[in-house]
Nanobody, 126 residues
Framework: QVQLVESGGGLVQAGGSLRLSCAAS????????MAWFRQAPGKEREFVAA????????YYADSVKGRLTISRDNAKNTVYLQMNSLKPEDTAIYYC???????????????????WGQGTQVTVSS
């Protein structure tokens, strides 16, 4: 099991930027695919982006393509989500998740991930 701690959330105006970070414990970080999900009030948890263990493969939800970028630094056991051109509909709690595998044929599924962080709130004002 890996411990995940998100940070970097906050309040930003529409069109602004934020960078979320997720720090992971343990020595197996580079072998695990990582992902970001989000959940708005009254809605189900939604996939945002995923990245393979070696960082060479990424996958995005259509709603965030071209605006949000996932990356990782395996030397620092950290995964990032750079968020640009933010919209009010991006408002949600953002969760970091870790898969036991280095990649998945369905990286957008909640059930693929074994460990979750506590979440960080992102609020985008109009």
């Amino acid at each position: 099991q890996v411990q995940l701690v998100e940070s970097g959330g906050g309040l930003v105006q529409a069109g602004g930027s934020l960078r979320l970070s997720c720090a992971a414990s343990g020595r197996t970080f580079s072998t695990r695919a990582m992902a970001w999900f989000r959940q708005a009030p009254g809605k189900e948890r939604e996939f945002v982006a995923a990245i393979s263990g070696n960082g060479r493969a990424t996958y995005y939800a259509d709603s965030v393509k071209g605006r949000l970028t996932i990356s990782r630094d395996n030397a620092k056991n950290t995964v990032y989500l750079q968020m640009n051109s933010l919209k009010p509909e991006d408002t949600a709690i953002y969760y970091c998740a870790a898969d036991k595998a280095s990649w998945s044929s369905r990286p957008d599924r909640v059930v693929e991930y074994d460990d979750w962080g506590q979440g960080t709130q992102v609020t985008v004002s109009s």
